[in-house]
């Protein structure tokens, strides 16, 4: 028989604060890096794509007509390779993309540390979640 | 219009949705999408690619200001995800099983039901909670934890935020004082959740709508720590179904850039103005957005 006290986890010491901070910190190191990222990607898009970002018609049927931007990574990759602001962009999107994520393994692992075990289960659990619909997603996109 | 001219005027709109979805824990898709497709007539495929864009940029910028403040209540959070991702893919799985216009206005009734209940006020039974329930608390608590009373709240249903320590303080700026509060109902939440994660997979829609009203009128959270909660929420589901909208190429560099910037600079400043606003006014403005929504989703589900 536990101590009742246990399921409040009373082994956990009292204040999780260090855990906000972690999760915190990793949010806006993603926010600040993401949004470096993007801001890079339009100027070297401005720079050296003059043809793309300073373009006349921003109309629908333009950009439908375009649809041939960066959705692999490898595209994505390739790009940023050959200094190619669309590309840069939509890695500063995918590092945004990737911040809720990185927020949520942070407190994993440190919920884990803190070895609050009830907590550490329930968010691996969700995060085995995201990552499920991941995959799923990109072998079904 | 050239792209340069487009991505200023993007920009801007996207910092009004930041502050408004950071706020109001919306995560800015409801701005974003009617007006790239009924201003810009851009392809609603593109649209929600960007609006899925614009929810994980306001949920990543909202929170890192608010969690480490405990405005964010992150363990209710990671708990709730659990029904709210599950939801999503219960939603994405099912998607064309149901009609989606009747989804539409089913959604839309809902949200203007909850819109209604929220501007009522709710009674409030006092009950003792012992301190050594809230391990979420702040320093400044030690006064609180001296007189032994510590929260407001319905006394029904309290047992399962006992075991997962839930309950939790906050400093509100506006009221200058430490707000304590006791979380309710965890389970019919955590149902709600579900509901909520179901419908925003079947619609592609954050239903952040959704989730306020049920922190709010069902476990008794208070509003800045639904809407904050909330915003984190949703960026977890954008997160998972994002990476299905990049792979299929509904992201398109030249439009989400703009509003990934736009909005993560509105969202920071919204969650700042989170910190100041009083909580009256806030339930105000949100019951007034969440009308707005509500319309939307009846005018898609009738017109």
């Known amino acids: 028989m536990l101590p009742a006290s246990h399921a409040y986890g009373a082994l956990t010491p009292p204040s999780p604060r ?56 490898l595209a994505v990759w390739d790009g ?47 995060l085995s979640v995201i990552l499920g ?9 | ?28 898709g409801f701005v974003i999408v009617p007006v790239l497709t009924l201003v810009f007539h851009l392809d609603i495929r593109l649209a929600i690619g960007t609006s899925i864009v614009a929810v994980a940029a306001t949920s990543s910028a909202g929170a890192a200001i608010n969690v480490s403040e405990s405005i964010t209540n992150l363990r209710v959070a990671t708990f709730l995800a659990l029904a709210t991702t599950l939801g999503a893919v219960t939603g994405a799985l099912l998607a064309g099983v149901f009609d989606a216009r009747f989804l539409f206005a089913l959604f839309g009734i809902v949200l203007a039901l909850s819109g209604v209940q929220m501007l009522r006020t709710r009674p409030v039974t006092t009950v003792k909670v012992p301190v050594s329930l809230i391990k979420d608390r702040v320093p400044a608590m030690q ?11 319905a006394v029904r249903g309290r047992h399962l935020a006992d ?20 979380v309710v109902q965890t389970g019919l939440g955590l149902a709600l959740m579900y509901l909520a994660g179901t419908m925003s997979g079947l619609l592609g829609i954050g239903s952040g709508a959704l989730k306020v009203p049920a922190m709010d ?5 208070p509003m800045k720590v639904s809407t904050a909660t909330s915003n984190l929420l949703i960026g977890l589901t954008a997160s998972a ?34 910190r100041n606003i009083r909580s009256d006014r806030l339930r105000v403005l949100f019951v007034i957005v969440l009308g707005t929504v509500a319309a939307q989703m009846l005018w898609k589900g009738i017109g």
């Open chain 2, 241 to 274: 179904s994002a990476v299905v909208y990049f792979a299929r190429g509904d992201i398109d560099p030249l439009i989400a850039g703009p509003v990934a910037i736009g909005v993560l600079v509105g969202a920071t400043q919204g969650s700042k103005m989170l």
């Open chain 1, 80 to 126: 940023i390779g050959h200094g190619s602001g669309e590309a840069i962009i939509v890695a500063g999107v995918l590092v945004l993309i990737l911040t809720p994520v990185a927020g949520l393994a942070t407190s994993a692992v440190a919920f884990a540390r803190r070895r609050d075990w009830l907590f550490t289960v329930i968010s691996t659990t969700v």
């Open chain 1, 18 to 73: 260090g855990v906000r901070a972690l999760v915190g910190k990793v949010l806006h190191v993603g926010v600040l890096s993401s949004a470096a990222v993007l801001l890079t990607g339009y100027l070297v898009g401005l720079i050296a794509e003059p043809a793309t970002f300073g373009s006349h018609s921003a109309e629908q049927a333009h950009l439908a007509a375009r649809a041939s931007f960066p959705h692999s990574l």
């Open chain 2, 1 to 28: 219009m050239t792209i340069v001219e487009l991505s200023l005027v993007l920009l801007a709109i996207s910092i009004a949705a930041g502050v408004l979805g950071a706020l109001l824990g919306l995560g800015g």
């Open chain 1, 133 to 141: 619909s991941f995959v799923i997603g990109w072998l079904t996109a």
């Open chain 2, 217 to 221: 009128l069902a476990m008794h959270i």
């Open chain 2, 163 to 182: 075991r997962l320590a839930l309950h939790s303080a906050y400093y509100d700026e506006s009221e200058g004082r430490e707000v304590p509060y006791v």
């Open chain 2, 143 to 153: 006064a609180v934890r001296a007189s032994g009373n510590i929260a407001e709240g």
